[in-house]
Structure formats: structure tokens, C-alpha cells
């Protein structure tokens, strides 16, 4: 059982950055794969990004890769997107999500989300 909440969003302009922040709360943070996922009104949730247990291995979506970089400070039980030369076209909700890579297929718990807007 973990618990996700979301924070970092707002309004930027076109080539600005911001750094989004998921905070965890519950036991055994390091036991699981994190991701960013984002929704566009009118839109379904797509994949962003996520990293693996230890922060070994991430991956991107091809829509981000080169401008957002995944991270996560298990000490903490923080997980972190930062992102550069956003896009209009990154303008979404973006959610922290969390699953169990040995026990579940599909990521399980979810924040609320953070609003990014990005300005043209």
C-alpha cells in the first residue's frame, strides 16, 4: 500500500522547464517501479516516464526522451521528473504512479495529479 501525492505543476512558456515532485507515503518505497504518466483534456492517460527500482533504468516516452529525466531518492521516497523545453503540446495533468514489479502487471496506485500548462 503506498499512497502518491503530486506537486511542481504550473504555468510556463514555451522552452521553460519545471520539475515535478511525487511524494510516497507508506512502506517498502524501494520495492517499487515508479512512472509519470499525463492526460490532455479530451485525451486518455499516456505513458511519460519511469525508472526502476534502484534508479538503474529508465525509460521515455519517444515524445519526451532528451527533454525528461526521471529520478528518485528512495531515502526520501521521492520520485522526480524534470523537464526542459516544454512544449505546448506537453500541457497536461501528469500523475505519479506506482506498481509492484514482482507481484502486480499494472500499475496500482495513483496521485492526483499536478497541472502543467505550458504557453506558446
Known amino acids: 500500500q503506498v499512497q502518491l501525492v503530486e506537486s511542481g505543476g504550473g504555468l510556463v512558456q514555451a522552452g521553460g522547464s519545471l520539475r515535478l515532485s511525487c511524494a510516497a507515503s507508506?512502506?517498502?518505497?524501494?520495492?517499487?517501479?515508479m512512472a509519470w504518466f499525463r492526460q490532455a483534456p479530451g485525451k486518455e492517460r499516456e505513458f511519460v516516464a519511469d525508472?526502476?527500482?534502484?534508479?538503474?533504468?529508465?525509460d521515455y516516452a519517444g515524445s519526451v526522451k532528451g527533454r525528461c529525466t526521471i529520478s528518485r531518492d528512495n531515502a526520501k521516497n521521492m520520485v522526480y521528473l524534470q523537464m526542459h523545453s516544454l512544449k505546448p503540446e506537453d500541457t497536461a495533468v501528469y500523475y505519479c504512479?506506482?506498481?509492484?514489479?514482482?507481484?502486480?502487471?499494472?500499475?496500482?496506485?495513483w496521485g492526483q495529479g499536478t497541472q502543467v500548462t505550458v504557453s506558446s
Open positions: 525508472i526502476s527500482r534502484g534508479g538503474a533504468s529508465t
Open positions: 507508506g512502506r517498502s518505497f524501494s520495492l517499487y517501479l
Open positions: 504512479a506506482a506498481r509492484d514489479t514482482v507481484t502486480s502487471p499494472r500499475y496500482e496506485y
